[in-house]
């Protein structure tokens, strides 16, 4: 009996929705990796895309525990001196909170092409719409 590759023609990608209101970023931030990685499959192969496509929406409803609100910092750097700059995640939730979303899931998949096509299927959005509709995405339940 031979082993099983999945190839990008017998992939088949399927849309879902996740509601990412009062869970946890971190553990939605890995639950939504496994799923653009396509861990959750039988046929999953770690050298092909075989993830599919996911929606968050309420992305400002997530919640860090603990005190990492104020104690967790989202940091850059322009590049010139004195160019660093140190942003709270209380800050960060209220100005950006899909921005959040996305960088807790792009920390958890691989730093590759692959990787980086992986998280171009993560479409975040900060209420409850989205204009996927025309995909007709299932609600995905954890």
Not at 21 to 35: F, H, M, W
Not at 43 to 54: A, K, L, N, S
Not at 63 to 69: A, E, F, N
């Amino acid at each position: 009996m031979g082993s099983y590759a999945a190839n990008p023609e017998t992939v088949t990608q399927n849309w879902y929705v996740v509601d990412a209101t009062d869970q946890p970023l971190g553990r939605l931030a890995s639950r939504i990796a496994s799923v653009l990685r396509g861990k959750h499959k039988p046929e999953f192969t770690p050298h092909v895309d075989t993830g599919d496509f996911v929606i968050v929406i309420n992305a400002e409803k997530t919640k860090l525990t603990g005190g990492k609100l104020d104690t967790k910092f989202y940091y850059r750097h322009s590049g010139i001196p004195g160019g660093f700059r140190a942003e709270s995640y209380r800050l960060l939730m209220q100005r950006r909170p899909e921005f959040a979303v996305q960088k807790a899931v792009k920390g958890m998949i691989p730093n590759t092409p692959l990787g980086r096509g992986m998280l171009s299927k993560l479409k975040v959005y900060e209420g409850a719409t989205h204009p996927h509709a025309a995909q007709k995405p299932e609600p995905f339940k954890f």
